[in-house]
């Protein structure tokens, strides 16, 4: 059995007894196959080639995201302009600092100091005029000094 399927792979005979008969091997039955696909799908049943129309709708899309990205990047409020007033990480981590403990501080003057007002007013007002100082620095640090300053003085229309 062994030497059979040998013999089939190699394009050898199986035994002596049939030396005599040509038997066609592996790589002999595949090329004969492939020779016939070929045959067979070059006389393919549809009118036109699918290679060539999957290129040319690919070339076609590809052109078509080349005109948009080009457009894209010359709009005057692009991507690049619209992160320049971005502010950076340590304008955020700033922005977030003074934002928590200004919370913070709200939040004791509220909790702690309201209840005992009548006996510490000092310490109530303290604690709430620090906090709310606190969260508009936020928004200085958030905005920059200048940019906030002229936000905070500007006349509404």
Not at 102 to 107: D, K, L, N, Q, W
Not at 129 to 155: D, E, R, V
Request: charged fraction near 10%.
């Amino acid at each position: 059995m062994q030497k059979t399927a040998q013999s089939w792979f190699t394009g050898g005979t199986a035994s002596p007894s049939t030396a005599a008969e040509s038997q066609p091997s592996l790589l002999a039955d595949w090329n004969s196959y492939a020779a016939t696909r070929s045959d067979v799908s070059s006389s393919s049943p549809l009118p036109f080639d699918i290679e060539a129309a999957v290129r040319s709708a690919n070339d076609t899309v590809s052109g078509t995201f080349n005109v948009m990205s080009k457009g894209v990047r010359e709009l005057p409020g692009s991507f690049q302009g619209a992160t320049s007033s971005f502010p950076s990480g340590k304008a955020l981590m700033y922005f977030g600092l003074f934002l928590a403990t200004g919370i913070f501080f709200v939040f004791i003057a509220f909790t702690l100091f309201l209840p005992v007002m009548v006996l510490m007013p000092q310490k109530f007002a303290i604690c709430f005029t620090l906090g709310c100082a606190l969260i508009i620095a936020s928004l200085f640090a958030l905005k920059g000094p200048a940019n906030q300053l002229a936000h905070m003085t500007s006349k509404e229309v």
